[in-house]
């Protein structure tokens, strides 16, 4: 069972970085990020939003090892966590912040408590 969910977690993983990393534009329109002259931020979606989630959970399939799919967990506690200053901060749409980090709580608790 463990094994079965490690994969849907990864492989949503997988989708909601693809995101980032092949639709750049929609996803910062769906973030509220508003494009500037420079194309710096398509990049920065590409990379932080887009790749580095889908590698890495490529990389978890690959490795197929608990300490490979804990440290996806890791990676989504940092987002839930900047997420939180956030809120507090900056006082975005609580409703997306609440979507966006329910999403990556959820996968960070999963990832870490079934694989750490």
Known sequence: MTDTLNTVATLLTIGFG??????????????????????????????????LFVVAGLAALYFDHPIAFAMIGFAFVGAALGRVVS???????????????GIEAALAVWFISANA
Request: hydrophobic fraction near 50%.
């Open 87 to 101: 809120l507090v901060i900056d006082k975005p749409p609580v409703v997306k912040v609440l979507i966006f980090g």
């Open 18 to 51: 693809l995101f980032g990393f092949l639709a750049p534009r929609y996803t910062a329109s769906a973030l509220d990020l508003a494009p500037t002259k420079s194309t710096m931020g398509l990049s920065e979606m590409r990379a932080s939003v887009g790749g």
